[in-house]
């Protein structure tokens, strides 16, 4: 399993908001189990809430088609992982990162994300971020 960042999974289901590099289509096509955090879940209708992203369906068939349909599973944001997040070093303040790379790290699954604040996190050895 691969866990998609917020911005990555968006590309990857509506290639219309933007291009992923060819390493990151492709190992998101080999992946045999796609995730993200239920969090990306709320990024994604709060940047629809506040107008940075047009959807192109409502927000639940959107969902949908981003999740069953694309066969990407939302793991729970558990209160476990809240507190890792917390605990994690301060390297990066955007709480919604915090809790993605916290659920990488639980899960213990590889990242994929464009954010290279993110290679600063020793513990994400796994994490694929193209150069």
Not at 66 to 72: G, I, N, Q
Not at 102 to 115: K, M
């Amino acid at each position: 399993m691969i866990l998609l960042d917020t911005h990555v999974w968006l590309r990857w289901v509506a290639p219309d908001t933007g291009q992923l590099p060819e390493s990151v289509r492709h190992a998101i096509d080999e992946a045999p189990r796609l995730a993200v955090s239920a969090v990306s879940c709320w990024e994604l209708a709060y940047l629809v809430r506040v107008g940075k992203i047009v959807p192109s369906l409502p927000l639940a068939a959107w969902f949908e088609a981003a999740l069953t349909e694309s066969s990407v599973e939302a793991l729970p944001l558990t209160c476990e992982i809240a507190r890792f997040a917390a605990e994690l070093p301060l390297i990066h303040r955007d709480p919604a990162d915090r809790f993605t790379i916290a659920t990488a790290l639980w899960y213990r699954c590889p990242l994929v994300s464009l954010d290279g604040e993110f290679r600063r996190y020793p513990e994400l050895v796994t994490l694929l971020i193209p150069a």
